[in-house]
């Protein structure tokens, strides 16, 4: 079962049960006025093109264990989206690829060991002459296919905003 983080029943600092939540995103102890904010999480995703095709993942763990996704991830602390998008890249399927273009963005919800966590997907698009060569030895992918866009089902991805984006990226090339 997935909790928010408005289910705090301590507070972090005096650890009084006095907690208020404003859309479990604001979070206040009445007792001492420690405020946590619970801020969208930034992640990238890359639609990597060559020719007709685009490149996906087949993501081999939870959240959505063998469901396609987009390569990316997460971005660190003191990082650019770019800087971000590229280190995700580097370390998902050895490749080096900097010519991004902004794409698109959306809200999504990440459900990870029972915390909700809300994100801002960004999505940025790279258009390669050849397919590069992948490494597939990394935990969190099982997979890469590439796939013809006119035949790509966007069900099948594994984020309501990258679905949203492949839907996008499809209608702008048909």
């Given at each position: 079962?997935?909790?928010?983080?408005?289910?705090?029943?301590?507070?972090?600092?005096?650890?009084?049960?006095?907690?208020?939540?404003?859309?479990?995103?604001?979070?206040?102890?009445?007792?001492?006025?420690?405020?946590?904010?619970?801020?969208?999480?930034?992640?990238?995703?890359?639609?990597?093109?060559?020719?007709?095709e685009?490149?996906?993942?087949?993501?081999?763990?939870?959240?959505?264990?063998?469901?396609?996704?987009?390569?990316?991830?997460?971005?660190?602390?003191?990082?650019?989206?770019?800087?971000?998008?590229?280190?995700?890249?580097?370390e998902?399927?050895?490749?080096?690829?900097?010519?991004?273009q902004?794409?698109?963005?959306?809200?999504?919800?990440?459900?990870?060991?029972?915390?909700?966590?809300?994100?801002?997907?960004?999505?940025?698009?790279?258009?390669?002459?050849?397919?590069?060569?992948?490494?597939?030895?990394?935990?969190?992918?099982?997979a890469?296919?590439?796939?013809r866009?006119?035949?790509?089902?966007?069900?099948?991805?594994?984020?309501?905003?990258?679905?949203?984006?492949i839907?996008?990226?499809k209608?702008?090339?048909?």
């Amino acid at each position: 079962m997935s909790t928010n983080l408005s289910s705090f029943q301590f507070c972090p600092r005096c650890k009084s049960d006095k907690i208020s939540s404003l859309n479990g995103h604001k979070h206040l102890c009445l007792e001492c006025q420690f405020e946590y904010f619970h801020n969208t999480a930034a992640a990238v995703a890359a639609i990597i093109c060559c020719d007709d095709e685009i490149l996906l993942t087949v993501r081999a763990q939870e959240p959505e264990k063998d469901q396609l996704d987009l390569p990316g991830g997460f971005v660190d602390h003191n990082e650019t989206l770019e800087e971000a998008l590229s280190r995700e890249l580097k370390e998902e399927l050895s490749v080096d690829i900097t010519n991004w273009q902004y794409f698109y963005s959306g809200a999504n919800t990440y459900h990870y060991k029972d915390v909700i966590y809300q994100t801002c997907d960004v999505v940025f698009v790279c258009h390669l002459t050849e397919k590069p060569i992948l490494n597939a030895d990394v935990a969190e992918i099982a997979a890469y296919q590439w796939v013809r866009v006119d035949e790509l089902d966007s069900s099948r991805i594994a984020f309501v905003s990258l679905r949203k984006a492949i839907e996008q990226f499809k209608r702008s090339h048909a």
